[in-house]
């Protein structure tokens, strides 16, 4: 069974660019979060969907937004990068939300704003 | 505000020997607490989780123990083996409570030595 699946692996972008993140579930996960990773510290939350809908949001700024699609993959988006928005995005997906399921996570993406 | 703290950066253990990793936190709320392991360039793979209604749960090498009066979890692994080596997180979970997001402390770098 395929995994969690991000794309793209790498990404290299400049200060005040736009970037979009995509991710697919594991068959059958209809809840996605996102985590972000920055270098010495654990997995931050951003955002959580559950059919569609957004269920929960981290303490990130409006630039950052997500979606999630009818066959329940995802998108996070960036807007005005800053240096600071350098780090490992990584895309988790589980069954219901409830504590049972533990979130599978993606390999990341690994953002680079210069 | 912390809620999961891990407190050691690192630890080394002889292959062979137990490696005890430590997680303490602060919220009583979680209903679960998880343990997930991150080799470099992938993500974090879960590995064992724990009622909080429960203090021990046991899957192979990997045992995690959880005392609730000292707000402290530990996992153990025995016997460690080279393929171990790696960052290892520690999880609060508040889904149950419909609070979305897993609390991860800050990761644990086990290096187990041939």
């Known amino acids: 069974d395929a995994g969690v699946t991000q794309s793209p692996t790498h990404l290299i972008k400049t200060r005040g660019q736009q970037v979009t993140l995509r991710c697919s579930p594991i068959?059958?996960?209809?809840?996605v979060s996102w985590y972000q990773q920055v270098l010495g510290q654990g997995p931050q939350f951003i955002f959580q969907y559950y059919e569609k809908e957004e269920r929960g949001r981290g303490n990130f700024p409006d630039r950052f937004s997500a979606r999630q699609f009818p066959n329940y993959s995802s998108e996070l988006n960036v807007n005005a990068l800053l240096l600071g928005d350098s780090a490992l995005y990584l895309c988790?997906?589980?069954?219901?939300?409830?504590?049972?399921?533990?979130?599978?996570f993606g390999n990341g993406t690994r953002l680079t704003v210069t | 505000d912390q809620q999961v703290k891990q407190n050691s950066p690192s630890l080394s253990v002889q292959e062979g020997r137990i490696s005890i990793l430590n997680c303490d936190y602060t919220?009583?709320?979680?209903?679960?607490f998880l343990w997930y392991k991150k080799y470099p360039a992938e993500g974090p793979t879960f590995l064992i989780s724990i009622s909080s209604i429960k203090d021990k749960n046991e899957d192979g090498r990997f045992t995690v123990f959880l005392n609730k009066s000292a707000k402290h979890l530990s996992l153990h692994i025995v016997p460690s083996q080279p393929g171990d080596s790696a960052v290892y997180f520690c999880a609060g979970d508040r889904r149950n409570s419909g609070n979305t997001p897993l609390v991860f402390g800050k990761g644990t770098r086990l290096s187990v030595i041939a």
């Open positions: 919220n009583s709320m979680f209903d679960y």
């Open positions: 988790a997906s589980s069954l219901p939300t409830g504590g049972k399921s533990p979130l599978h």
């Open positions: 068959s059958g996960h209809k809840s």
